[in-house]
Antibody
Framework: QVQLVESGGGVVQPGRSLRLSCAAS????????MHWVRQAPGKGLEWVAV????????YHTDSVKGRFTISRDNSKNTLYLQMNSLKTEDTAVYYC??????????????WGQGTLVTVSS | DIQMTQSPSSLSASVGDRVTITCRAS??????LNWYQQKPGKAPNLLIY???SLQSGVPSRFSGSGSGTDFTLTISSLQPEDFATYYC?????????FGQGTRLEIK
């Protein structure tokens, strides 16, 4: 069965860095685009970034451009989110999600359990 | 970015009720609209994709409709396990914006 397990969250001071990981199993990781989605405490869902199946294309939401970088290692079945210059407003649960496409449009078929990132001095 | 607006923001209903949640996109998104259910402390769960396709394993009391800018999620007969927050999401363009959510509560 498909499993996505995030790790790497924790408490970090503003301006510092953190790298999240998402270990995937139960499917052919190298065949699917992957996403990061976050949810601030008590708030709604916010899409963060996507990376193509082979890692050649990626996109980030405007609020994290230049600070966050999505990447993947298909040999390790692992997705990453490098987060630099963290701000207090980046505090959230971060989910990784596996996409599936229908008529070319993605939907998020499977999600991890999430990892909490708290940015605080 | 495409903005997604859900209504209502919250809703009280009883077991057995028929419930409809609407989602409006700021630009046409054809049928690239997904619906998710989220329970407290849990990851979202995909219900409907491409506006009206039921995800495998999701009960048939859930249905979706719409195209262009206006979409609906309908639950035909509410069950106790359906009380949760529901989100729409556009997948027409990167940004993949979510609606603000609709909290469905027990009356």
């Amino acid at each position: 069965q498909v499993q996505l397990v995030e790790s790497g969250g924790g408490v970090v001071q503003p301006g510092r860095s953190l790298r999240l990981s998402c270990a995937a199993s139960g499917f052919t990781f190298s065949s699917y685009g992957m996403h990061w989605v976050r949810q601030a405490p008590g708030k709604g869902l916010e899409w963060v970034a996507v990376i193509s199946f082979d890692g050649t294309n990626n996109y980030h939401t405007d609020s994290v451009k230049g600070r966050f970088t999505i990447s993947r290692d298909n040999s390790k079945n692992t997705l990453y989110l490098q987060m630099n210059s963290l701000k207090t407003e980046d505090t959230a649960v971060y989910y990784c999600a596996k996409e599936k496409r229908s008529s070319g449009w993605p939907h998020f078929q499977y999600w991890g359990q999430g990892t909490l990132v708290t940015v605080s001095s | 970015d495409i903005q997604m607006t859900q209504s209502p923001s919250s809703l009280s209903a009883s077991v057995g009720d028929r419930v409809t949640i609407t989602c409006r996109a700021s630009h046409t998104i054809t049928s690239s609209l997904n619906w998710y259910q989220q329970k407290p402390g849990k990851a979202p769960n995909l219900l409907i994709y491409a506006a009206s396709s039921l995800q495998s394993g999701v009960p048939s009391r859930f249905s979706g409709s719409g195209s262009g800018t206006d979409f609906t999620l309908t639950i035909s007969s509410l069950q106790p396990e359906d009380f949760a927050t529901y989100y729409c999401q556009q997948s027409f363009s990167t940004g993949y914006t979510f609606g603000q959510g609709t909290r469905l509560e027990i009356k």
